[in-house]
């Protein structure tokens, strides 16, 4: 099967973490060229066909070194661009890009949000219009204070109409409780079309029953990588957020909870032992109550497109060509991206 060619549908991409090596090298040859920084060249720092970044190599990867390449309007813009066409590039008609909200030098978080929805604007007005739309999710990082996360939610409200679709919390696992941002995503549910996805259970000590019942009572329509979910959440995520949020529209029908499974970078990350083979994508494919969105989260850093997760579950848990079809049509039903947008995925997915 044509894996590039199937239409897809990725919804857990991070901004920072799907720039290609390629494209964070030309940044860095520009702004050297012009004298504008002393980094060192990404393909040193990020050598090629390296993937194994475990979460403590990780998440210092933006901090200490790309939020520094990509610090000024040009280059966010830039890359922003470069990372729209890449997924286009691998078959992927819908796209929901999640950024946490920064401030550059001479650009508050406002104009950071505003220069990527100017990038995603103008691609989609290019002649002829490419096949993949894109919206935007805000993210509030584990690490920032309340007041921070009220103003990414205050940004998702302002931004609305052009194009930003959900919430995020995501972030270090380990940087600590998460019960100080539940005002801020009450905030969210009182934006109508505005969805919330949480990263859920990554590590063992952000998959406690206390921190995973506090996240699921934010009401999240969605929730990434689902690692370490002890036996009664799985029934929470199975039972009762259908009951409980039960009969939206849809014919009476029940609203399932959307899950963001990641293969390649939970198996790089060390996120989950035994291989792609021992990923919970095993256990939760054929849960009717759920729909699996298969995604990327970080393909700059991790290195496998959408099109070769889709290939790599083909592989290793034997799902036939009808099989995958279902598998990616299925991720039209979660995203945040309203009526219209899932009218038009259903148009152009395949059914076989
Ligand atoms: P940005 O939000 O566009 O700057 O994308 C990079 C940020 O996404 C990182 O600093 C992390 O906070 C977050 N991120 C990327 N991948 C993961 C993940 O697997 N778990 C939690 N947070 C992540
Ligand atoms: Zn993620």
């Keep these: 099967m044509d894996f590039r060619a199937l239409p897809k549908i990725e919804l857990h991409a991070h901004l920072s973490g799907s720039i290609s090596r390629q494209c964070l090298h030309e940044v860095w040859l520009r702004k050297k060229e012009a004298g504008e920084t002393d980094l060192e060249d990404p393909l040193m720092v990020m050598p090629e066909g390296k993937h194994d970044y475990d979460l403590k190599a990780f998440f210092p ?137 949480l990263h859920f259970a990554e590590t063992a000590c952000s998959g406690t029953g206390k921190e995973l019942m506090e996240l699921l009572s934010w009401k999240p329509e969605r929730i990434g990588h689902v690692i ?63 729909i699996i969105a298969l995604s990327t989260d970080d393909v700059g850093v991790f290195g496998s497109p959408l099109s070769n997760e889709y290939a790599l579950v083909a592989e290793h848990f034997r799902l036939d060509r009808t099989e995958i079809c279902a598998l990616a049509r299925g991720a039209i039903e979660v995203i945040f991206g309203g009526e219209e947008e899932k009218e038009r995925l259903r148009g152009i997915m395949w059914t076989e």
């Design 228 to 290: 370490h979910v002890p036996r009664n959440i799985r029934g929470q995520i199975i039972n009762g957020f259908a009951s409980e949020e039960a009969v939206k529209g849809d014919e009476g029908r029940k609203k399932k909870m959307g899950l963001e499974l990641c293969l390649s970078c939970n198996v790089h990350a060390g996120m989950i032992s035994g291989g792609f083979e021992a990923h919970h994508f095993g256990e939760w494919w054929k849960v009717e109550e759920t």
């Design 61 to 197: 990867l933006f901090s200490s070194y790309i939020y520094h390449l990509i610090s000024c309007p040009w280059s966010l813009s830039h890359t922003t661009t470069r990372v729209l066409e890449d997924f286009a590039s691998d078959g992927v008609v819908y796209l929901e890009l999640r950024t946490t909200p920064r401030s550059l030098p001479g650009l508050s978080k406002a104009e950071y949000v505003q220069t990527i929805l100017d990038a995603i604007s103008s691609y989609h007005s290019r002649s002829p219009p490419p096949p993949l739309r894109a919206k935007l999710i805000l993210s509030v990082d584990r690490r920032n204070s309340l007041p921070e996360a009220l103003e990414a939610v205050s940004l998702a409200r302002t931004f609305q109409s052009a194009g930003v679709v959900g919430v995020d919390l995501c972030g270090d696992p380990a940087a600590g409780p998460i019960d100080k941002f539940r005002p801020a995503f009450d905030q969210v549910k009182k934006i109508p079309g505005t969805g919330v996805t």
